[in-house]
């Protein structure tokens, strides 16, 4: 059975860092193509930061360009994305999705495989 189970998220002041982890079990995450999306309140969800399985390219959407950084731990069968110089835009649930296909998938259409999400809120 497929699962992925996102923790880390929480409360935290602007300019504060998070590290968000999305542990997967039932499939091998080395092989699969992952990324973190995110989901405001009122907002359409949107990818975050993804990684390709072909090659390890790597894709930030423009908002969190220097500030997060994704990786994936393939020995842990975890992903992680690390948050810092946090923002109250960066308020969010943010999911973890996979799919078993090589190449960087940056839509959430082309992701079959998510997690529940985890909370986080930035603010004073």
């Known amino acids: 059975q497929v699962q992925l189970v996102e923790s880390g998220g929480g409360l935290v002041q602007p300019g504060g860092s998070l590290r968000l982890s999305c542990a997967a079990s039932?499939?091998?995450?080395?092989?699969?193509?992952v990324c973190w999306f995110r989901q405001a309140p009122g907002r359409e969800r949107e990818a975050v930061s993804c990684?390709?399985?072909?090659?390890?390219?790597?894709y930030y959407t423009d908002s969190v360009k220097g500030r997060f950084t994704i990786s994936k731990d393939n020995a842990e069968n975890t992903m992680y994305l690390q948050m810092n110089s946090l923002t109250p835009e960066d308020t969010a649930v943010y999911y973890c999705?996979?799919?078993?296909?090589?190449?960087?998938?940056?839509?959430?259409?082309?992701?079959?495989?998510w997690g529940r999400g985890t909370q986080v809120t930035v603010s004073s």
């Open positions: 999705a996979a799919q078993p296909k090589r190449g960087l998938l940056i839509h959430q259409a082309e992701y079959d495989y």
């Open positions: 039932g499939f091998t995450l080395a092989n699969y193509a």
């Open positions: 990684i390709s399985s072909r090659d390890g390219s790597t």
